[in-house]
């Protein structure tokens, strides 16, 4: 097995991922990290909180990021036109009883890196202020996570969030920029691959038809997604499965191609967060330019209810 901390904005997309994590069993859960983004970071970890006790998996951590960007700015709005009012398209959760850890998340990030040297793969599926702050604190830790897995960029294609832009790498473009040149190994998932991962309605609609709480929850939050994307990327004729390939790519890594990269991303003026990639043998980052999305779909589809 992996062992796994995964960064996350939960978020819809990141639900399904975390759920589809919880399901796979090449995954071991060692802690999940929150940060702001699709929602605050504080919703981010409630969220995540009530996710993990529906998924009976109250014994997995969460630590709580900073709702400041890596340099100290404040974060603008939330992505509530994507994912609800409440980052989970309005779907209420039960409770967890449990809170967040004490510790912030780049402190447990350098302490388990530490505890479990080379072999700590960290799935992102956020801005990146986190990964950033633990290897600025600590930074021989670059060279001790065994990978970054990342959801985030769009190298070959448009943005999302600008025409230039993703949403993850946008939130806190220094702090990307930061990471991918800190030497860690990267594999970055991007728009490139991501918007060819689509959900469809007849599969939500099984998870209606299942009715258990876990699914019913899932189903609500996709029927939410659902509606946002067909008004916002109607050409995709679905909603993009994004943070769930990267565990895709964590438990079969061949479900992608990738290539090697030079990667640089722009911190600022009308391009900033555009990840800015030339093919290079000893470049730092790992583009997934192709997905076998048919194979990967039906994969994430077996697994998410358990
Ligand atoms: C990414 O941004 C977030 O809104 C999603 O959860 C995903 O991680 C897509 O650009
Ligand atoms: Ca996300």
Request: overall charge negative; hydrophobic content about 40%; some cysteine.
């Amino acid at each position: 097995t992996k062992q796994i901390i995964l960064d996350v904005d939960t978020g819809i997309d990141d639900a399904l991922a975390i759920t589809y994590a919880a399901h796979s069993p090449e995954l071991n859960l060692l802690g999940i990290t929150t940060t702001f983004g699709n929602t605050y970071v504080d919703v981010a970890a409630r969220n995540t909180l009530n996710l993990l006790h529906l998924l009976g998996k109250d014994d997995v951590p969460v630590y709580k990021g900073m709702s400041q960007m890596l340099n100290g700015d404040d974060h603008h709005q939330p992505a509530t036109w994507i994912h609800g009012e409440n980052g989970v398209g309005n779907v209420d959760m039960p409770e967890s009883p449990k809170q967040p850890e004490a510790i912030p998340a780049h402190e447990f990030i350098i302490s388990t890196v530490r505890e479990y040297p080379n072999e700590v793969t960290i799935i992102t599926m956020a801005n990146h202020s986190n990964l950033a702050r633990a290897i600025k604190q600590d930074p021989e830790i670059a060279s001790l996570i065994d990978e970054v897995i990342l959801m985030g960029g769009a190298v070959t294609t448009e943005g999302n969030i600008t025409a230039h832009a993703e949403a993850n790498i946008y939130n806190d473009s220094e702090a990307a920029q930061f990471t991918m040149q800190s030497g860690v190994s990267m594999t970055l998932i991007g728009l490139d691959v991501t918007r060819k991962t689509l959900l469809d309605k007849a599969t939500i609609d099984t998870w209606v038809e299942n009715g258990s709480p876990l699914a019913e929850a899932l189903a609500g939050m996709c029927q939410f997604y659902m509606e946002a994307y067909e008004k916002e990327e109607p050409i995709l004729k679905g909603c993009p499965l994004h943070d769930p390939l990267t565990i895709g790519v964590a438990v079969e890594p061949s479900l992608v191609e990738t290539k090697q990269m030079n990667v640089n991303v722009v911190t600022d003026g009308e391009a900033n967060g555009q990840t800015v990639g030339t093919e290079d043998e000893n470049g730092n980052v790992k583009v997934a330019l192709e997905v076998d999305a048919e194979k990967f779909v039906a994969h994430f589809a077996n697994r998410i209810l358990g």
